[in-house]
């Protein structure tokens, strides 16, 4: 008999005037109050566990109530309701590889340049600094401010304090038309990535890095060039 059950035992028993242990009949009630007297004291209660126990127990008992409804009810049992999990966590999985972060729309369409007249060169510079520290947001944003800083000073584009990527892409495709669908899309990319938390990989810098090399070498349609522009 264990130490619980032999006190209460001795609760519920008299002795007799020959020394044997005669039941006592005790009223329900009374009886139920000395066995929860009995029990309250701390020497019944060394092993419980603490309140974070008892917090943690009642939570995983209340997800597996869960897990068990959910099982009933799908098709398979347990077994059904893996399979769907792992079939909505691969379709997730797969959008986030298709799409990339979530863009938001920025606002507005921000100015370019956020500091003072820097060069092409100098962008530049800030750029593969940025790349090679992993840093590909900041690098994609410098190098659109060089594209767009070296079309000015090619007098491909005037120098306009306030021009939005968006602004420059348009300007800039009227003399460059092979280019003007990458220029646009560029200009896209810088806003998602600027405005949009959009998050860049080296792949993306690369791809402006291009754009960039490649402008250098083409031969502006000196016809269409932006009206105010220098000659």
């Known amino acids: 008999m264990s130490v619980t059950g032999g006190t209460i035992a001795r609760l519920l028993l008299m002795r007799a005037d020959d020394g044997t242990d005669l039941p006592v009949d005790i009223p329900r009630g009374p009886a139920r109050e000395a066995a929860e007297r009995e029990l309250s004291k701390p020497m019944y209660h060394q092993n419980d566990p603490n309140l974070l126990q008892r917090g943690l127990d009642r939570f995983w008992e209340w997800v597996d109530g869960i897990f068990n409804s959910a099982a009933g009810a799908t098709p398979g049992g347990a077994v059904g309701l893996v399979t769907i999990v792992l079939i909505v966590i691969a379709l997730t999985v797969a959008l986030w590889w298709r799409l990339g972060t979530p863009r938001r729309s920025p606002a507005t369409g921000s100015a370019l340049f956020n500091e003072g007249p820097r060069s092409a060169a100098q962008h530049r510079a800030t750029a593969e ?102 000659g």
């Open 129 to 230: 600094e940025h790349a090679a520290a992993g840093h590909f947001n900041q690098a994609v944003q410098e190098r659109m401010r060089a594209i767009v800083r070296a079309l000015e000073e090619r007098a491909l584009l005037d120098p306009r304090p306030g021009r939005t990527a968006d602004e420059a892409a348009a300007e800039a495709g009227r003399p460059l038309p092979d280019h003007a669908e990458a220029l646009r899309d560029a200009a896209r990319t810088f806003d998602d990535i600027a405005y949009g938390g959009r998050a860049a990989d080296q792949q993306a810098y690369l791809r402006f890095k291009e754009l960039d090399n490649q402008l250098e070498l083409t031969k502006p349609q000196l016809s269409t060039v932006t009206p105010g522009a220098a």
